[in-house]
């Protein structure tokens, strides 16, 4: 792909606005050699101003989500892209959360541009647990375990049951629970249909993929040993 292409995708500017970069002589090989909108160069050789460009596409990053923020591009309040670099929301293939947290859920949100990894992370052949932490505004009355593991609770709106999930109890006010699958809100209508409120809600894991101790807030690029620990190879 041409350069004025693949930089323009990476989200630096309109293709008019790279060309600008490229007239000012901004882009550069890693010697310092100024280049032109149609050379081509292998990716990890581009500068701009003298940086190393952006990750190419096939990008997946995992990201600590604070409550407060939406798994959208366009509502009108704090987003998710709000907590990355704003090139990433520009870019293209566009960068897209694998599935999504409710505003007020915190914890392991996916992102990447790489639609069949996306496709493969949600498929249900991948088998990928999802472990929530809830802090819950009532006590639990104890049948919440059997309830949730017996794969006959049928939610409110839904047509078929819910597969068959483990809860353990931290204490009366929270628990643990484990998800193989995704369904909208699943987490907080489980609990409702349980007769509780969720008052608090973290993802901590995805397969084999836990948040270790990257800060909320804060994101860090997944390489193919994080992968391979997301599909428990
Ligand atoms: N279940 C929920 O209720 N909310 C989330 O954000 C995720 C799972």
């Known amino acids: 792909m ?73 509502d009108s309040g704090r987003l998710i892209y709000d907590l990355l670099p704003p090139r990433f929301r520009l870019r293209s293939p566009v960068l897209s959360s694998v599935g999504r947290l409710d505003r007020d859920t915190s914890g392991l949100l996916l992102m990447t541009d790489d639609g069949a990894l996306l496709h493969r992370i949600v498929s249900p052949k991948s088998q990928l647990d999802k472990v929530y932490d809830a802090t819950l505004a009532q006590d639990l009355r104890g049948d919440e375990a059997a309830l949730f593991a017996s794969g006959e609770l049928v939610l409110e709106s839904d047509n078929t049951p819910l597969l068959p999930a483990e809860l353990d109890a931290t204490d009366a006010r929270h628990a643990r629970l484990t998800l193989h699958e995704g369904r909208y809100h ?29 800060p909320e807030g804060q994101w860090r690029i997944l390489d193919a040993a994080d992968l391979q620990r997301l599909f428990g190879a």
């Open 2 to 74: 041409k350069l004025l292409k693949h930089i323009a995708n990476l989200g630096y500017g309109s293709r008019k606005q790279v060309t600008q970069l490229f007239r000012e002589g901004l882009i550069t090989d890693a010697d310092g050699e100024v280049l032109y909108v149609d050379d081509q160069l292998p990716h990890e050789s581009i500068r701009i101003e003298g940086e190393p460009l952006d990750p190419p596409p096939g990008l997946i990053l995992m990201l600590h989500k604070p409550t407060g923020y939406t798994c959208s591009t366009k």
């Open 186 to 214: 699943q987490v907080r209508r489980m609990f409702a249909a349980a007769g509780n409120h969720v008052q608090a809600l973290h993802r901590s894991r995805i397969g084999g993929l836990g948040l270790d101790d990257l």
